[in-house]
């Protein structure tokens, strides 16, 4: 079974500042995907970024980029230049295939992360 | 382009009541999942349809049941609701091919309350 866990329950870091989220992860699969959703208080859940586990190159999306080290498990969030909008509740989540072509989405806990102006 | 689309926003039911929660899924998608979401949570999986069957379940009881329509549509179904099934349930959708294959993207979500 997959686990993920998120060690910080709440964050919060100054506007324009840059702030780094950690995620640490358990799978005994080879081929697998990591992801960062975002989860503001309308509580729509955003994809904000993916990585595969196969690529060796760490994803980026504009502000948003992941230390992707696949040897420790690891899996954190990089936000730079920190927005008011940023303010959300952040999931770390792993995707990995369980047979017959399905695969599930396994979720940490969660990050508050607050942003002050 | 709608994105993942789910109603209703909101429902209100009482401990042994049924109720059936619905999503339309992104288009080009043809993959659903939902989730249950219970306050200060991460989601937790509760089943995957593709091609109208149940392909994989999470560890919820057999009170729990769902349906995938030919255009990609879901319902979930809860019977003899229990105060523990209080919880945001959200619906997810995604493809085995093109450039987000087996991204996962979410609706706004349906709140449930059992009173």
């Known amino acids: 079974a997959q686990t993920v866990t998120q060690s910080q329950p709440e964050m919060s870091v100054q506007e324009a500042e840059t702030v780094t989220l950690s995620c640490t992860y358990d799978t005994s699969e080879s081929n697998y995907y990591l992801f960062w959703y975002k989860q503001p208080p309308s509580r729509q859940m955003i994809l904000v970024i993916r990585q595969e586990a196969y690529k060796q190159q760490n994803a980026t999306e504009n502000r948003f980029s992941v230390n992707f080290q696949k040897a420790a498990k690891s899996f954190s969030l990089k936000i730079s230049d920190s927005q008011l909008g940023d303010t959300a509740m952040y999931f770390c989540?792993?995707?990995?295939?369980?047979?017959?072509?399905?695969?599930?989405?396994?979720f940490g806990k969660g990050t508050k992360l607050s942003v002050i102006p | 382009d709608a994105g993942v689309t789910q109603s209703p926003t909101h429902l209100i039911k009482t401990r042994g009541q049924q109720v059936t929660l619905r999503c339309s899924p992104k288009?080009?998608?043809?993959?659903v999942s939902w989730y249950q979401q219970a306050l200060g949570q991460g989601p937790q999986f509760i089943f995957q349809y593709y091609e109208e069957e149940e392909r994989q379940r999470g560890n919820f009881p057999d009170r729990f049941s769902g349906h995938q329509f030919p255009n990609y549509s879901s319902e979930l179904n809860v019977n003899a609701l229990l105060l523990g099934d209080s919880a945001l349930y959200l619906c997810a959708s995604s493809a085995l091919w093109g450039g987000d294959k087996d991204t996962q993207y979410f609706g706004p979500g349906t709140r449930l309350t059992v009173l």
């Open positions: 288009s080009g998608h043809d993959t």
């Open positions: 989540a792993e995707e990995a295939y369980s047979g017959a072509g399905s695969y599930q989405l396994t």
